[in-house]
């Protein structure tokens, strides 16, 4: 009797340590693809109050992506033409600069907020983590482009500026003043501000 109550004790652990192993990671496609609804925008061009325009190649763009895990972006910059701090929070991004010069770079998460930057020229590629802030400036006197790949069918994005300030109803301005330790006026002023947004969709 007590040896069958060991067996019986040793097969409920064992049971219980083959239930408690997990695994974490992008759960695999269900098909080889699906071609999702055609409903493609023109590109535009840099000529806004940024000097940027993203043309995104995502999922929307290519229904062929769809459960393939990835999209790129094509991004024109005029000269000194920026892509404003922002975010893609389904995806890590690769940009390669294929023509001018590119100042980048991304902030590390809190408590050290630390920005991590280079300027990048033709050939070069940066890389910018999952959900965190980053921009591009073209700091030549010629236009610049680049190629984004990202690691998602649809990475999304959420422009800083636009966000805190072009939001729609508007945060609070007496959210907003103690977060940034601001007066009013300026929170008012910033929040009277048309958000230009660079991206096609």
Not at 61 to 81: C, F, W
Request: glycine share 6%; charged share 10%.
């Amino acid at each position: 009797m007590k040896k069958m109550g060991a067996n019986t004790l040793a097969y409920i652990v064992l049971l219980a340590m083959a239930f408690s192993v997990a695994s974490a990671s992008d759960p695999s496609p269900l098909q080889d693809f699906c071609v999702a609804v055609n409903d493609t925008n023109d590109s535009g061009n840099t000529s806004n109050k940024l000097g940027s325009m993203v043309t995104p190649a995502n999922v929307a763009q290519i229904p062929g992506l769809n459960t393939l895990g990835v999209s790129l972006a094509r991004v024109d910059y005029a000269p000194y033409g920026l892509n404003p701090p922002h975010t893609h929070p389904r995806a890590t991004e690769i940009l390669s600069v294929l023509e001018g010069t590119l100042y980048v770079g991304f902030v590390t998460s809190n408590p050290d907020n630390r920005l991590i930057s280079k300027v990048l020229y033709k050939g070069d590629v940066f890389v910018f983590p999952q959900g965190l802030i980053h921009f591009q400036l073209n700091v030549g006197k010629t236009n610049a482009v680049a190629i984004a790949s990202l690691s998602s069918q649809n990475p999304g994005v959420i422009t800083i500026a636009n966000a805190v300030f072009g939001s729609k109803p508007a945060i609070s301005a007496d959210v907003l003043t103690k977060a940034f330790q601001v007066d009013k006026n300026v929170i008012n002023y910033l929040q009277s501000q048309f958000w230009t947004d660079n991206h096609t969709y």
